[in-house]
């Protein structure tokens, strides 16, 4: 996850709900897999029990990441420690001082930060977050609502915010929220991002769709 250079961009399918799954959109290409732990709201959350068995099941080289909403540090390591991932994606808010924490506690698991894009503000959270982490995830939830959305909403948003963070940022880029076939090229030739992360955007009633997996690797290429 060191590469910022501009290449074709690496893919991540999440809300992975089995090991048939996680094969499944590695056979396609994906690099990385999300699994979804307990969240406020949104599509893919499966038990920890599983996450650590479909963690466990993967090859080599390939990205587990356990999505959390936590805001503790402590209850994050004992998460990735029952999950044995080797990336932690934090979808929520999370204290400066808890990034420190997570080093210490686990060496070698890369922290990816979540932000949803919602104007200028948006740039000054990237910027200022940046130093603490691996990579950041752009995406497209609103964590002010009475019940957050935290991912998983299917919406797009505006790329010309992501690119700009691209563009601010040295660290890799993740970009999510709404992609599908039918945009990631324009996506791609938008943003420049680092790796694509997708989930309704290749499913058709909640399961993995082989012809939206093949045409959406294809559009990238």
């Known amino acids: 996850m060191n590469s910022v250079e501009y290449q074709k961009p690496r893919v991540k399918i999440c809300c992975i709900s089995s090991i048939k799954e996680a094969q499944l959109a590695i ?5 990385a897999i999300g699994l979804v732990s307990e969240m406020p709201s949104g599509p893919g959350v499966i038990s920890e029990e599983l996450i650590r068995e479909i963690a466990l099941s993967v090859q080599a080289g390939i990205d587990t990441f356990l999505l959390t909403s936590k805001q503790n540090p402590e ?10 991932v080797n990336t932690i994606q ?3 808010a999370f204290p400066l001082s808890g990034y420190a924490v997570l080093r210490k506690a686990l060496p070698g698991i890369h922290l990816v930060q979540v932000i949803h894009i919602g ?7 990237a910027t200022a977050i940046a130093p603490y982490v691996d990579a950041i995830l752009l995406d ?14 299917g919406r797009t948003h505006d790329w010309s915010v992501s690119r700009r963070i691209r563009g601010d940022v040295n660290i890799p880029i993740y970009l999510a929220g709404g992609l599908n076939p039918e945009n990631v090229h324009d996506a791609i030739m ?8 997708v989930c309704s955007g290749v499913r058709t009633n909640g399961h993995l ?8 690797f294809s559009n990238i290429k």
Do not use: M, W
């Not at 056979?27 to 690099?31: E, Q, V, Y």
């Open 27 to 31: 056979s396609f290409g994906a690099s």
């Open 75 to 84: 209850v994050v390591i004992a998460q990735q420690q029952k999950t044995c």
């Open 90 to 92: 934090l979808v929520d």
């Open 119 to 125: 104007g200028d503000k948006s740039i000054h959270e």
């Open 140 to 153: 497209s939830g609103n964590p002010s609502l009475a019940t957050k959305e935290l991912g998983g909403t």
């Open 190 to 197: 938008q943003v420049h991002p680092y790796a694509l992360d």
């Open 209 to 216: 769709d082989r012809q939206k997996l093949i045409s959406f």
